[in-house]
């Protein structure tokens, strides 16, 4: 998405910008003029930006190349910004930014999936009624599930799938849903 875009929807000028991120106001304004290109940038820097804008690396440079995190540094991105956010305003931004669908459309089945479970679950724990725009992707589900990468790892380590049965019991209800197992998305750090 383009930052002068964020900075309008947020109602932030770049100078506030500059300093809810702590980037240097001429590097904002090089990137919002077009002097610099934001996918040149550092990864801290776009990490900052995104961070002060309330949005995901992925997002803010989706519309400048195919970049594509690790399924596990995208769930920590996205649990990182409930956090950061609250829920409601979490749920809000997601929502208006039409980011589930975008990605679900770049068949970025897993993201789509995640962000959509994520704000199914975070409705109902909210006492929310459930968005009716994506019933469509609701329908779908991965192929093959997704376990954490831990879960990977101690299945791997012990020689059974023990690990993986025990977190697909207890996984999340939205997540597991659509072939996710997720149990925890508020102990990040």
Same mark, same amino acid.
């Given at each position: 998405?383009?930052?002068? =875009?964020?900075?309008?929807?947020? *109602?932030? +000028? #770049? $100078?506030?910008?500059?300093?809810?991120?702590?980037?240097?106001?001429? +590097?904002?304004? @090089? !990137?919002?003029?077009? #002097?610099s290109r934001i996918e040149k940038c550092t990864a801290e820097t776009v990490y900052k930006l995104a961070r002060a804008l309330g949005t995901t690396v992925e997002d803010l440079l989706a519309d400048r190349l195919e970049y594509r995190s690790?399924?596990?540094? $995208?769930?920590?991105?996205?649990?990182?910004?409930?956090?950061?956010? *609250? @829920?409601?305003?979490?749920?809000? /931004? +997601?929502?208006?930014? *039409?980011?589930?669908?975008?990605?679900? @459309?770049?068949?970025?089945?897993? /993201?789509?999936? $995640?962000?959509? &479970?994520?704000?199914?679950?975070?409705?109902?724990?909210? *006492?929310?009624?459930?968005?009716?725009?994506?019933?469509?992707?609701? &329908?779908?589900?991965?192929? =093959? +599930?997704?376990?954490? &990468?831990?879960?990977? &790892?101690?299945?791997?380590?012990?020689?059974?799938?023990?690990?993986?049965?025990?977190?697909? /019991?207890?996984?999340?209800?939205?997540?597991?849903?659509?072939? !996710?197992? =997720?149990?925890?998305?508020?102990?990040?750090?």
């Amino acid at each position: 998405m383009d930052i002068n =875009e964020l900075l309008k929807k947020k *109602g932030l +000028t #770049k $100078y506030q910008l500059s300093k809810l991120s702590g980037i240097p106001f001429a +590097t904002i304004s @090089d !990137i919002s003029t077009g #002097k610099s290109r934001i996918e040149k940038c550092t990864a801290e820097t776009v990490y900052k930006l995104a961070r002060a804008l309330g949005t995901t690396v992925e997002d803010l440079l989706a519309d400048r190349l195919e970049y594509r995190s690790s399924f596990e540094a $995208y769930k920590s991105n996205v649990c990182h910004m409930v956090k950061d956010m *609250g @829920d409601i305003d979490f749920i809000i /931004e +997601t929502l208006e930014s *039409g980011r589930i669908r975008k990605l679900f @459309d770049r068949k970025w089945y897993p /993201e789509s999936l $995640y962000l959509l &479970a994520m704000v199914d679950y975070l409705s109902r724990e909210n *006492g929310l009624p459930v968005c009716a725009d994506y019933s469509d992707i609701r &329908a779908a589900k991965l192929k =093959e +599930t997704i376990y954490p &990468a831990s879960v990977i &790892a101690m299945c791997s380590v012990s020689h059974s799938d023990q690990p993986k049965n025990d977190s697909l /019991e207890q996984a999340i209800l939205e997540f597991k849903r659509v072939g !996710i197992v =997720e149990g925890e998305i508020r102990n990040v750090f």
